[in-house]
């Protein structure tokens, strides 16, 4: 203990020389004393610690000038361990800026209290309310919000009181209050204060109340927030008072902060603020010398991380991170910044601030410009490790700014000052020609070209038009967005990947002049790995409000079929693969809305309620334009009558349809059908597990039955759906079904359905899906031999009871295969029309046909060389459907 009280004593002797501020805290004897002797100077202090030491200070206190004398020796002390540590190199950057921003939290948290207790009264020499309704939060921005301060650095705090419940109050009180916490904090005592104080960024910036209501803030943030209040908010958070109301608050503005789409607009906003201040840290004296707010300074690499942030973080919730070297170390951990570019600007960083401190330390005040006189630049460089060599230091330095600069030019640079060409660049393809817009910017002309190159291989005479038209609408639809433009001309390539499926398909096409900004979704996805979207999903969704949240999954929704429909066209996914990950996607958007609502409403997940997946929902064959077929059985509970639902299940239900097909701003939803459920359109939305089982093993039709093959739990309670899987199968399947009625009412079926709705008579359209040979045959084949063999499937899609037939109809191998191969093309069929018009339809025509061969749209599909196949197909399931009825119905005889 001896040797290190000896090396603290000489550190104090020695610190002198670096910084007149710490010599003159050493000079106390009561701060050697508390070093020396309570081995103050090598302990670390965590915050709940440092509030206890000034809380029992302050307890008894009630005079202004007390509490100035007592939070401004708390200080000191700490300032000076913190000051004798890092000159010790016993004490990381991290750590140190961390603990300052600690007792800055610690001064407000006990001045709050001290504010706010019974005999506040006396200190504010005003009397409070007669009870205190309100809830005040002190928020912490710029680098108190960070937990990144300096030693000698404002505080940016923003006082917000609520009343919530309450109505409207008289916010005097409040007012009060932060008036004297800013003048115990900021109020020069002795020749030093505690932390100067700065309010000006709060809502409505310094002309606006010292205390605005929470409400008033968010109204204010969401309808009238300018940029750089964005980029404040993103280092906020509740320092002192209530916290709770901090975490609610900034939930609340998240949507100002962070945009769904991919914000490069923020990059302008950014840049502009910050050359504003370049230019008046220029205009005061030598730029290049200030360590702050010069050229390749801090601000500049704050300004790179905010600006990513800003851009990113309403796709990666990750990035919500108020400390600068955190977010580095995030925006690496997501693929933004490369590992060597965080290093390095981390390194930079750690520099910069470190000789900032020392500038500022020998002093006690703020300054972030380096010394000019030589003297003092030999202190500086020695205290920074140079061995007091002033060239050693400015060399590092100019080093270091430069390097900074170079990352801050690549993302910030604007374009060279070209007016907009009027005339299409040179190099430019036919097909550019033709759809060349005037008036762009010469690096948009670039990228619009790049990706035309790229599609023009391909395109056939037919498609020209309707590429050209297509194309053209898209740049106009685009230009004006300056986000979005620079979002295509930083990625030309993987737009042009989509663009190249876009002129193909109307159905793309629709999506995406509706709403733009998805490209930018659809590019991110080709990047991931298969598994990463849905976990990521549900890292943005989780914690925002409900409203915010699915916006949010209906974007996700959206940009998933996007990227699906761009691979499909691509040849990248195989048929039954889209067709699983288009119900797995649905499955997801199902499962996050109900824990929506769910929440929303104030239930828990474990809420008695099954949500049952039928028809290609539950088969996992879900199409582009298929509707979710949905059905919803409740569990009453202990004490509840088991045959009435209660209107709490009627309200969470109705709202999770709603939510899943309300057409929202970023795009469409999903048709929800519940028609299937026991009795139809004329029976209640949802019925009891009693109700339900009842149903179907007294009522239902043969047909009902044939839905339940496609029986599968979907989200909710699996307490309440597991019993009636096992129904299914062990009082239903498992006994046998009279083959004669099955058959009977199978057929009767069919001819009902092919007069009624396929409307194929005297007609050269034909109905994939209902008309003769149709793919309705193969799943009325497959479904009855299930009824008729006793048991439940596994497996429930149509391609995989195909096999069922062999066995169950004896098919010979070359008729499953013919089977097979038909409704592999009626899928694939359907789905290109969905493509190709826009349009939930069944029916195709050869002229639809032969667009579709002209757009690409048939790709190596194996089975579909011409319009013949689909014939022969359709010939070929009704041969063996009519096989099959014939052979059932004449054993009958």
Sequence with gaps: MSGLRGDVE?????????????????????????????????????????????????????????LK???????????????????????????????????????????LERCLSKDGALLLNLSPPG??????????????????????????????????????????????????????????????????????????????PLVPSVEGAVEYYLLSGSPWERQALLKARGVAGDRKLAGSFLKEIRPFIFR?????????????????????????????????????????????????????????????????????????EIGILKGGDEKELAECYIFLRRVEHWIQLDKNRQWSKLPSGEEDLVRL????????????????????????????????????????????????????????????????????????????????????KTAMSRLSSYFKKITPRKGLVRYVERHPQEVGRVLNVMYRSKFIYDILMAQPALIEGVVESFSLPPGDWMERARRIVEGLPFEEAMEWVRRIKNERILFLATEDISGRVSLPELLVSLSRLADFIIQITYDKV???????????????????????????????????????????????????????????????RTPLQDGPGYEVDTRLRPTGNYGPLIVTSQRWMQYYRDEADIWELQSLIRFRPVAGRESVMTPLEGFIREELFEKEMPENMVWKRVVEMRRRIEEERAQEEGSEVLDLKLGRGGMVEIEFLTQACVLTSSFFPQKKDTLSLIELLKEGLGLSRENITLLKQALLSYHFLIQRIHLLTNLGISRLDREHFTTMKEMGLLGNFPYLQDWEDIIKYRKVVRRIWEGVINKKLKAEC
């Design 131 to 208: 009870d205190l309704p309100c809830s005040l939060v002190i928020l912490g921005f710029g680098k108190l919000g960070g937990r990144e301060l300096n030693f000698v650095s404002d505080i940016d705090i923003v006082y917000l009181y609520s009343c919530k419940g309450r109505g409207s109050r008289d916010n005097t009180f409040y007012t009060k209050v932060a008036q004297i916490i800013n003048h115990i904090m900021e109020d020069t005592f002795e020749g030093d204060r505690v932390f100067k104080v700065d309010n000006r960024l709060r809502p409505g910036g310094k002309d606006s």
């Design 381 to 464: 460089s020695k205290v920074m490790g140079f061995a007091g060599d002033p060239k050693a230091f400015l060399k590092r330095y100019e080093e270091v700014t430069h390097r900074v600069h170079l990352h801050f030019k690549e993302l910030f640079s604007p374009e060279k000052h070209i007016s907009p060409s009027t005339s299409a660049p040179p190099g430019l393809s036919s097909l550019g020609s033709h759809i060349y817009l005037s008036g762009l910017s010469p690096a948009f002309q670039r990228s619009i070209l790049q990706i035309l190159k790229g599609l023009e291989q391909g395109l056939s005479p037919g498609s020209q």
């Design 69 to 111: 004398y007592v939070l401004r020796e708390f200080k000191q002390r700490h300032f000076l361990r913190l000051g004798l540590m890092d000159f010790m190199g016993s004490i990381s950057f991290e750590e140190m800026v961390a603990s300052i921003s600690a007792l800055a939290e610690v001064c407000l948290q006990v001045l």
């Design 260 to 332: 769904r789409f991919l914000d490069f607009q923020a990059i302008d906003e950014i840049r502009s603020m910050r050359d504003r201040i370049l230019r008046e840290s220029e205009s005061l004296s030598g730029g290049k010398r200030d360590v702050k707010l010069g050229p390749g300074g801090i601000r500049e690499i704050e300004f790179i991380v905010q600006s990513l942030q800003l851009i990113y973080g309403g796709r990666y919730p990750e990035l919500n991170e108020t400390n600068t070297l955190s977010c580095l170390k995030r925006l690496k």
């Design 598 to 660: 769910l929440a929303h409403l104030g239930e828990n997940r474990d809420y008695p309620l099954g949500i049952i997946a039928l028809g290609k929902l539950g088969s996992y064959e879900l199409g582009y334009f298929s509707d979710l077929d949905m059905m919803f059985v409740y569990e009453p509970g202990k004490g509840e009558d088991p045959d009435i639902i209660p209107d709490r299940a009627i309200k969470i239900v109705q709202r999770l349809t709603r939510m899943l």
């Design 10 to 66: 000489g550190a104090l002797k020695e610190i002198g020389v670096y910084s007149r501020y710490l010599e003159r805290l050493s000079r106390e004897d009561r701060h050697r004393q508390w070093l020396l002797e309570g081995g103050g100077a090598f302990r670390r202090y965590p915050l709940i610690e440092l509030y206890r030491e000034l809380r029992k200070a302050c307890d008894t206190l009630c005079e202004v000038s007390s």
